[in-house]
């Protein structure tokens, strides 16, 4: 019997599947989180951009921009998403590294470390 991503007993083809779909989940995870972190970059350059062009650089005064305001407040949601998305790509590669694990058997994994 073998584990699948959500915990569940299953077969060996749906095991081959579950492999499948990590490793596609794992590339979607890095794929999703360079993406934010390229856009939360873009708009820390729009904000201090702002910043200079209207010479006010504190959000709390009264007459900072609307507009470095909102991309600031934008730019910061993508940074928590990109820290989330973190955090799902940390579980799923934890269960992809478990399910190599299981797959290596402990007679493989004994050798292994025999050798090194």
Do not use: F
Request: hydrophobic share 40%.
């Amino acid at each position: 019997m073998t584990l699948s991503i959500d915990d569940r007993p299953g077969d060996v083809s749906r095991w081959v599947t579950c492999s499948a779909d990590l490793k596609r989940r794992i590339t979607t995870l890095r794929v999703l989180i360079a993406d934010c972190d390229r856009m939360a970059a873009a708009l820390d350059n729009e904000v201090r951009d702002e910043e200079n062009r209207v010479k006010i650089y504190d959000p709390a005064d009264v007459a900072y921009s609307i507009y470095a305001k909102a991309s600031a407040s934008r730019r910061d949601n993508l940074r928590r998403s990109a820290n989330e998305l973190r955090a799902h790509l940390a579980e799923a590669e934890k269960a992809a590294w478990t399910a190599v694990q299981q797959q290596e058997g402990p007679g493989r994994r004994e050798a292994a470390t025999a050798v090194s």
